[in-house]
């Protein structure tokens, strides 16, 4: 059997090497788990190592320290974040402003109302936001609100520093994100969660919602 079971910037990587990439590997996957379940704040090193099954010295060895295991978890959940804006935005070419804005909250509703591990370590970071979180909203949200306020301008035959535009924003965002997991809110409304079929109805509901909105505002005068 050979000693070589990977290699890594060009050389043999060997037994031992392999071992600490799998001992690595579970720091992340127990990291992942305990960070979305309770937070950066209120996962201690020990519980992360002792779920991984590694010496208190690992999280150092193969991270630096707690803030850099946990910036990594974030690169993995910042990345699933973006395909979902991704997809929001790639309309078909030649789109009409109309067209895009529907594309996007149909796209978005159906895929927010799914719970996932991401979904509950943002939740934390809202509610105690780290030393990263303006890394996070730059990196996961921008490129989609800014992409929205865009298609918003463009319906609402404006420039984007216009202040109706950030307001209207922040309304379909509303909307959209009411379809969030919430325990709370699936007391107050029985019947939740939503099956696909009702998701998708909502989301057409939202966007006939908003383009009739949107055109209201649009011919509204300035005042």
Known sequence: MTRTLMRRRGRPIGRRDAREAATRQRLLDAATRLFAERGYFHVPVRDICREARANIAAINYHFGDKLQLYREVLDAAIAEVR????????AP????????????IRTFVPRLARPTWIMSLLRHE???PTPLAPAIAERAFMPRIKYLAAVVAELLGCPATDPRVPLTVISIQSQCLFYRPDPFRDRVYPGWPLNDAQLVQ??????????????????????
């Open 83 to 90: 395909t979902v804006g991704d997809a929001t935005m790639d």
């Open 93 to 104: 070419p030649g789109s009409s402003p109309e067209a895009k804005l529907r594309h996007y």
């Open 126 to 128: 809202m509610n105690e």
């Open 202 to 223: 909502a989301a057409e509901f939202i966007a006939e919602f908003c383009v009739a909105g949107i055109e209201g505002i649009a011919r509204a005068p300035l005042g």
